[in-house]
């Protein structure tokens, strides 16, 4: 065992943590050893929320829109892809939630708060192409945000990592639906 290892206990006294945990308790799940700033983890986690949201709404509306012979498979993937976001979406508004911050689901703005854009595609290989964008524009936004929480903000960090894993698998079924649809793949395998 090294000296530090002797000097510093693993844990902080339980007294010491049961006279903390009982100070601010209009604080909820934040306690004084929060690693971060938790009105930053807000503001970031409703850009977050925004892009969720936006991303709920174009796959729901490429999953009623889409036609062609070949539209059936396309929608339902889409329409899958729609409740996973919303799964991210509600995930990503509790954390704010626990933070002490107010989830903003107001439409006003959400194009301009969100890192995704909407979309205007009305061809079935054009949704896939804007969901395929939007994904990876996702990864990228969750990889940044992970790099940020870090070890500031473990349960943050975590959860994004688990949504990050989904988005990467969505863009990786989008490559896949536009391979089968214009046969070329864009990527080397």
Known sequence: MSNSTKTKPFLSDITELRRRARENLEKGAVTGNYGGSAEKSIELLQTALATEIVCVLRYTAHAVAAVGLDSEAVKNEF????TEEREHMEAIAERINQLGGTPDFNPKGLETRSASEYGSAEELVDMIKENLIA?????????????????NDPTTRVMLEGILATEEE??????DLL?????????DN
Do not use: C, K, S
Not at 139 to 148: A, D, G, K, M, T
């Open 135 to 151: 994904e990876r524009v996702a990864v990228e936004h969750y990889r940044e945000l992970i790099r940020y929480f870090a070890d």
């Open 170 to 175: 969505h863009a990786n079924d989008m490559h």
């Open 79 to 82: 329409a899958e892809h729609a």
């Open 179 to 187: 391979v089968a649809h214009e046969g070329t793949p864009f990527i």
